[in-house]
């Protein structure tokens, strides 16, 4: 099914497509009086992006070409290379309403040839014309006849749809009023408990009373046993009403999951328009591409729909025109001719998950580390691969494209996506095999009305972090924890990870025992976070904090549980920033806690191991990385090297590759593979310098690869502080 087959589907398109040329509307009319109309010129280059994408999704391809030309004059305008005049403010204007009145549905839509007029004159512009006429188009008036209305007609006619049309806005006001009712029935849930209690008590005592004055007067006792009967009455009607707070708690859940069913909808009504965007690329770039799409009837929240919508078509358009060779490459590299792009979207627990992959060349790791040497993000001599290499694809403005086309080299990059999806709560994730294709990976959450949060106190409070971006949690009584280079870090599934304290992140004052972890994934990495305790998991409908309070530093929100405490939702993003920084306090250990400890202050000299057998070499080594005040320990050959990681973890090895036993190649997976030592920086240096020898160290598990004939003692010793971090 396409969208020109669901008039949902076209009504979706229409509605975004129309709510940016609005915002470029507004924008265009700023900024011939905003002091600093650059600023502005940027948001608006976003916008005619998106449209130009859209259009591309409906197949419009009059509004396309239009939507290009603006987008390149406000690139010029960004760049500098084009002044802000009140002649091209105009004609942009004339764009604006040339788009808005070409889309599908309307009674009378701009012709083919206006759309046409303003992209020649937009191109006029852009070639340096500085007398532009602003192409004019009047839509054909039409009056409505009174006597043709037939008000019986068109009133059955809506009396016969089957459906009704929503805002969104409603859905969601109606989640917010069932998540009110539901804490009202956790309040009377609360408060039938206590009543519970004070009417056995009442009971008992009561009973105690009649039983220890047996001689009273007739009227005394018949009151003292009405007064039993009513306690009996009483606790019955606390009964009942524990009963109907539990079918309450039974009917709000149908309310809440039924407004939450308004608000989902199915993947499709993204991925229809798919198929014409992969065929316009593929065409554009002279490629033979075909697209699979799986799940699409998996649903999701319409605002995270919509919100991963251009991030989603993003990653289509990049896997066409980066990750998909051309039928020559292709063939020359013994795959079938045709390249296949594949958008599969899965439910998984709380989460929905969107796979966009490619069968090609995979990421240029080579060219990707040139660009971001270029633009100052790596050293010179970085020797970076695999995943944290393709982070750096999601910073800002990276294009690894040397040629700017309607698709690629605009500054428009993997940015956006990562934005987009942590806006929502989610998280992006890339893998790439060389030669087989690539993978980027977008975990969702099904909902944004209602969240299914992880309970954590800390100090005296309690903090709540959404499920989908908490990849486990742990009894820190039971884990392997251990301090490396001065630093706490627990031992996971094989993987060392530093281990933070979220009161310490949180600003939570006062001493504190922490007794479990949670570990959340930050962009490329997973860090623990160590929290009091852990009070299980809660689908919580969370707030903003709202004008009064304004926005809080590591909180995105809050909500009142049945006790009347108040739940902060902790922000995660903002929590990545602090892991990152300098800021991030280790936590105490814990007592009890297992495995290796170092408890040498952390101002010990950094130890390094050598592993040489060369005896010239290996001493020359030692005696260079003592002098740069590193603690060194030598082994004689590969074996010796291995038999030493039973002992605590070296803070870096260097390694020689050609060596009697067990070469470097192997010695590096086996350190890989060893507990405490598998995130332990490893040096290679030999003399073997081809490019095969090279991939495979890195492919070993390498960090960095130095030549002994281009031996240089200042890039040895740099390189270990690099790596090492003093």
């Avoid at 007029?117 to 188009?137: F, K, N, Q, Y």
């Avoid at 009942?240 to 708690?249: P, S, T």
Wanted: with cysteine.
């Amino acid at each position: 099914m396409s969208w020109a087959d669901d008039p949902e589907l076209l009504a979706t398109f229409r509605a975004e497509v129309e709510e940016r040329v609005a915002s470029l509307s507004a924008g265009l009319l700023q900024l011939e009086t905003h002091p600093s109309p650059r600023q502005v010129v940027a948001g608006l280059f976003r916008d005619a992006h998106t449209v130009k994408g859209s259009a591309r999704m409906l197949g419009l391809s009059g509004v396309l070409a239009v939507a290009h030309r603006c987008e390149d004059l406000l690139g010029a305008m960004r760049d500098g290379r084009l002044p802000v005049r009140p002649d091209v403010i105009s004609l942009l204007l004339a764009a604006c309403d040339a788009i808005t009145n070409a889309l599908p549905g309307l009674d009378d839509p701009v012709p083919d040839e206006h759309l046409t007029a303003i992209a020649t004159a937009l191109e006029r512009v852009l070639a340096g014309d500085e007398s532009v006429e602003v192409p004019h188009w009047e839509p054909h008036a039409t009056v409505a006849d009174d006597d043709d209305f037939d008000a019986a007609s068109d009133f059955g006619r809506h009396r016969s749809a089957d459906s009704v049309r929503v805002a969104t806005a409603k859905v969601y006001e109606l989640l917010d009023v069932v998540g009110e009712a539901e804490l009202d029935a956790r309040r009377v849930e609360r408060a039938s408990a206590a009543l519970d209690t004070v009417t056995a008590e009442q009971s008992r005592w009561l009973r105690m009373l009649r039983d220890s004055v047996a001689d009273v007067d007739p009227d005394t006792q018949l009151a003292l046993n009405r007064v039993l009967a009513l306690g009996d009455q009483l606790a019955g009607a606390a009964r009942d009403l524990r009963e109907l707070v539990d079918d309450a708690h039974g009917r709000l859940a149908l309310v809440r999951d039924g407004a939450m069913g308004l608000a989902m909808v199915p993947v499709r009504r993204v991925v229809a328009g798919l198929p014409r965007v992969v065929r316009d690329v593929a065409a554009a770039g002279g490629k033979d591409v075909e697209l699979h799409l799986v799940g699409e009837d998996v649903e999701l929240d319409k605002q995270v729909l919509d919100g991963v919508s251009d991030a989603l078509k993003h990653l289509v358009v990049n896997a066409v025109d980066h990750g998909c060779e051309s039928t020559e490459d292709r063939v020359a590299a013994g795959k079938p001719p045709r390249s296949t792009v594949t958008v599969t979207a899965r439910s998984s627990g709380g989460t929905v998950v969107l796979d966009v992959s490619d069968d090609g060349a995979g990421i240029d790791e080579d060219a990707l580390r040139a660009v971001a040497v270029r633009r100052g993000l790596l050293p010179g001599d970085t020797t970076l691969t695999g995943p944290a290499l393709w982070q750096l694809l999601f910073q800002p403005a990276l294009s690894t494209s040397a040629e700017i086309t309607e698709t690629s080299g605009r500054g428009v990059g993997l940015d956006v996506v990562r934005t987009a999806v942590e806006s929502l709560g989610g998280a992006v994730d890339v893998m790439s095999t060389p030669g087989a294709g690539t993978t980027f990976t977008l975990t969702l959450p099904v909902t944004l009305g209602v969240l299914r949060c992880l309970i954590a106190r800390v100090g005296g409070e309690r903090y709540a972090l959404p499920v989908p971006g908490v990849v486990e949690s742990l009894s820190l009584k039971d884990a392997t924890v251990h301090v490396l280079a001065g630093n706490p870090v627990v031992v996971r599934h094989g993987a060392t990870l530093p281990l933070l304290d979220l009161g310490a992140a949180l600003g939570v004052a006062g001493e504190r025992a922490p007794r479990a972890a949670v570990v959340v994934r930050h962009a490329d990495r997973q860090v623990a976070w160590a929290v009091d305790r852990l009070e299980g998991e809660l689908e919580l409908v969370v707030k903003d904090l709202g004008a009064f309070l304004g926005r809080l530093p590591m909180v995105s929100g809050a909500t009142i549980d049945g006790d009347g405490s108040v739940l902060c939702l902790v922000d995660l993003r903002e929590l990545a920033a602090v892991a990152a920084g300098p800021a991030a306090v280790g936590v105490a250990l814990p007592t009890g806690a297992t495995g290796r400890t170092d408890d040498a202050p952390a101002t010990r000299k950094p130890r390094v191991l050598v592993v040489e057998d060369s005896v010239g070499v290996r001493e020359l080594e030692r005696v260079i990385l003592e002098g740069a005040g590193y603690e060194v320990t030598t082994a004689v050959d590969g074996l010796d090297g291995a038999s030493r990681l039973t002992g605590d973890p070296a803070d870096l090895v260097v390694s020689d590759v050609e060596m009697p036993g067990m070469d470097g190649y192997t010695l590096t997976r086996t350190i890989r593979r060893t507990r405490g030592w598998e995130q332990v920086p490893v040096v290679i240096m030999t003399s073997r310098g081809s490019e095969d020898d090279q991939r495979a160290g890195l492919d070993a598990g390498a960090s960095a690869y130095l030549l002994k004939t281009e031996f240089d003692q200042n890039q040895l010793v740099e390189t270990v502080r690099r790596l090492i971090g003093r």
